[in-house]
């Protein structure tokens, strides 16, 4: 079976964590977090981050991201992100429509936002006609596949603490950031004082589920209850909780993180001598993004289906999912090489 290119999302079930489901799938179990499983799991979770971390299971990362600024921000305040993030181009308006913020996104060439940018972005502070900011969001790793180095994740925490401002990172594919900086979870997180974080679980080979790991425990008390109003509690949550535990187990994380990290490696180092592509950033996690002849998109997504990332150019998006081998993206540089042979 020819496999998607187009995103960590395409591919089925981890077979490790399809078990966990199957494995947990027998008898009675209490509802709404209330087994001896998810109290298992959230343990693990403060074993993984740190004592301080509080995790809330959700359904998906609109609602990670979206219940993490509504359990931080008042309705006048206001969320400094990257233009090209999630939250501000793909929740189709959710931040505002549920959590009742305004975003401030700052331009992003590479993904990133940085503390000079914030600091400009903190202007009429008190003025009551003006949306106060409060909280700095980033992606880690970003929409464009690039990586905050540690040293700029301390400085933004920093600069947070500093003026009074929240720290939320969007992690959907946060295994992959912990694994290519080699940093524990709890150094990425508590010990550098983020406040809150939606962690990934779907992009990382679960069926289905996040997690929003709280660091400050002021917050803890409100979040459960946005939860439920906002529609994200599940009642079976044992299911969400075994994926998690399997995600942990063994490192399965850092297994998968690797493997797709070297497939885009693997990739990019295929395709670097080809002079009708132009790998357009540093290739840091499990994605290419890569400007490409406009002829050539419509044979390549017959063979490989993946997104147009910007229509106006024609640049591209190469995902690696978990389940992505070397004979499949042989298989994908076979059909680009055959079109630059009829070209």
């Given at each position: 079976m020819v496999k998607s290119l187009?995103?960590?999302?395409?591919?089925?079930?981890?077979?490790?964590?399809?078990?966990?489901?199957?494995?947990?799938?027998?008898?009675?179990?209490?509802?709404?977090?209330?087994?001896?499983?998810?109290?298992?799991?959230?343990?693990?979770?403060?074993?993984?981050?740190?004592?301080?971390?509080?995790?809330?299971?959700?359904?998906?990362?609109?609602?990670?991201?979206?219940?993490?600024?509504?359990?931080?921000?008042?309705?006048?305040?206001?969320?400094i992100c990257s233009a090209d993030s999630h939250l501000n181009l793909d929740e189709c308006g959710a931040p505002e429509a549920i959590a009742g913020c305004k975003l401030l996104p700052l331009p992003s060439p590479e993904g990133k936002i940085t503390v000079d940018q914030c600091r400009e972005a903190l202007i009429r502070g008190g003025d009551q006609h003006y949306s106060q900011a409060r909280m700095i969001s980033i992606t880690?790793?970003?929409?464009?596949?690039?990586?905050?180095?540690?040293?700029?994740?301390?400085?933004?925490?920093?600069?947070?603490?500093?003026?009074?401002?929240?720290?939320?990172?969007?992690?959907?594919?946060?295994?992959?950031?912990?694994?290519?900086?080699?940093?524990?979870f709890k150094e990425l997180t508590e010990d550098i004082g983020v406040d809150v974080l939606s962690f990934g679980g779907t992009k990382n080979g679960l069926l289905f589920g996040e997690a929003v790991i709280v660091f400050n425990k002021e917050k803890t008390k409100d979040l459960k209850f946005f939860r439920k109003q906002c529609l994200q509690l599940p009642s079976k949550m044992?299911?969400?909780?075994?994926?998690?535990?399997?995600?942990?187990?063994?490192?399965?994380?850092?297994?998968i993180s690797m493997k797709e990290c070297s497939m885009a490696l693997y990739l990019a180092e295929k395709i670097n001598s080809i002079k009708e592509l132009e790998i357009l950033y540093n290739v840091q996690v499990n994605s290419v993004f890569v400007k490409l002849p406009k002829a050539w998109v419509k044979p390549l997504r017959e063979s490989h289906f993946f997104y147009i990332w910007n229509e106006n150019d024609w640049s591209a998006r190469w995902m690696m999912s978990f389940d992505i081998e070397k004979n499949d993206i042989d298989q994908f540089v076979d059909k680009i090489l055959e079109l630059k042979g009829g070209a």
């Open positions: 187009g995103s960590d999302n395409h591919s089925g079930i981890h077979p490790k964590i399809l078990e966990s489901l199957t494995k947990v799938n027998y008898g009675h179990s209490p509802s709404y977090g209330t087994d001896d499983l998810t109290q298992e799991v959230r343990a693990l979770f403060k074993n993984q981050f740190g004592p301080s971390a509080e995790t809330f299971f959700v359904f998906n990362g609109t609602a990670a991201n979206v219940l993490s600024i509504k359990t931080f921000l008042k309705s006048y305040e206001s969320v880690q790793p970003t929409e464009l596949g690039t990586l905050y180095t540690y040293e700029e994740m301390k400085s933004l925490a920093v600069f947070c603490k500093e003026n009074h401002l929240y720290f939320h990172i969007d992690g959907a594919r946060f295994i992959l950031a912990a694994a290519q900086l080699n940093k524990s044992r299911f969400l909780s075994a994926q998690f535990k399997a995600l942990f187990t063994n490192e399965l994380w850092k297994e």
